[in-house]
C-alpha cells in the first residue's frame, strides 16, 4: 500500500505561485508514473498534468504554459509549480500514481481576484 500526501496548498492572489508536493510512502514512486488532478466544487474532476518514471511529461489543455510538473525519485515527491495563478485556478488538487490508482487526500488552492 502506497501513501500520498500532499501539501504546498492555500490562498493566493490572481497572478500569484504556489508550489504543491506530493510525497509517497513506499519503494515503487521511481518506477512509476504520478499525475496531478483537479476538482472544483460541482465539477468532475479534471486532468493537470502528470510525469512518467522516464519524465516524459503531459499537461491538461488548460494549463497553456503556466504550471510545471516535477518528481524527485530521491524523495519519492512530485511536485507542481503553479504560476499566473487565475481564479478559475481554485479547486481541490490531488496526486496520484496512476497505474495503481493511489490517491492523495487532497490539498485546496484558492485564488483570490
Known amino acids: 500500500q502506497v501513501q500520498l500526501v500532499e501539501s504546498g496548498g492555500g490562498l493566493v492572489q490572481a497572478g500569484g505561485s504556489l508550489r504543491l508536493s506530493c510525497a509517497a510512502s513506499?519503494?515503487?514512486?521511481?518506477?512509476?508514473?504520478m499525475g496531478w488532478y483537479r476538482q472544483a466544487p460541482g465539477k468532475e474532476r479534471e486532468f493537470v498534468a502528470a510525469?512518467?518514471?522516464?519524465?516524459?511529461?503531459n499537461y491538461g489543455d488548460f494549463v497553456k504554459g503556466r504550471f510545471t510538473i516535477s518528481r524527485d525519485n530521491a524523495k519519492s515527491t512530485v511536485y507542481l509549480q503553479m504560476n499566473s495563478l487565475r481564479p478559475e485556478d481554485t479547486a481541490v488538487y490531488y496526486c496520484?500514481?496512476?497505474?495503481?490508482?493511489?490517491w492523495g487526500q487532497g490539498t485546496q488552492v484558492t485564488v483570490s481576484s
Open positions: 496520484s500514481m496512476l497505474a495503481y490508482g493511489y
Open positions: 510525469i512518467t518514471s522516464s519524465f516524459s511529461i
Open positions: 513506499g519503494s515503487i514512486f521511481s518506477r512509476n508514473a
